[in-house]
């Protein structure tokens, strides 16, 4: 008996239809990681200091987080070439967004930075998962991100430990476990991405690009909602 083989037709994604079958998905990750980010955002881990907690700030507030993954996504897509002047420009906007916070002594930054952060990332986010390689776009992206983190990052620190004009050495350790943090994110996520060289790893980057993309365009969308008034 002869075995008759079926030949499979091959799976191509190409940039649109990745994003449109991961946005899906990528929404209900956001869901369930953004829901109770405003309730955990700012909440100190008791125990470990200052220093390290301002270290995971980045980490645990969602935008902060949002747009540290984009441009670590970013820089590893198109290592080592395009990082070469994207990270330089990520650290140096990220170290002068937070000396520049906390010169000006400003509790809070404001609704504008984080609006402006996300929307940073979710261009980030729409690069890495097209799969676009500008250098030029993704240092200028990334130092957006850097500064805007940084602005942020500062604000949100102060207000914790009550603003005013003279800095705390608790506030100064906190401000650089923050610069620190978010540092090391971004060079952990790049360099985990540069290691995925095989098709398939590159579909997944891209993947998670479009999920970023997914979850900044849902935080934008609950920002800007306007709630409903009944008569």
């Known amino acids: 008996a002869r075995r008759r083989h079926r030949h499979r037709r091959p799976c191509v994604l190409d940039g649109r239809g990745l994003i449109a079958r991961t946005l899906g998905t990528g929404s209900f990750v956001a869901l369930a990681v953004l829901w109770p980010g405003s309730a955990l955002a700012h909440s100190p881990i008791a125990g470990i200091g200052a220093f390290y907690n301002a270290m995971l700030h980045p980490v645990i507030v969602p935008t902060h987080a949002i747009g540290l993954a984009a441009v670590g996504l970013l820089l590893g897509q198109d290592a080592p070439r395009g990082s070469r002047l994207s990270l330089p420009a990520f650290v140096g906007a990220l170290g002068l967004g937070v000396a520049g916070g906390a010169v000006l002594s400003e509790p ?5 930075i984080g609006t402006m952060l996300l929307v940073l ?3 980030s986010g729409l690069m890495v998962a097209l799969s676009w390689r500008n250098g030029l776009l993704a240092a200028l ?4 991100v850097g500064l805007a983190l940084g602005l942020d990052t500062a604000g949100d620190l102060l207000a914790e430990g009550g603003g005013g004009m003279a800095l705390s050495q608790r506030t100064a350790l906190s401000l650089l476990g923050a610069w620190l943090g978010a540092v090391l994110v971004v060079t952990l996520i790049g360099g985990a991405a540069s290691a995925l060289v095989r098709p398939w790893q590159k579909i997944g980057i891209r993947a998670l690009g ?22």
Not at 141 to 144: E, I
């Open 108 to 112: 809070t930054f404001g609704v504008a």
């Open 121 to 123: 990332g979710l261009l």
């Open 141 to 144: 992206l990334a130092a957006g």
């Open 210 to 231: 479009s999920w970023i993309v997914a979850a900044a365009s849902m935080v934008l969308a609950l920002q800007f909602a306007q709630p409903v008034v009944t008569s």
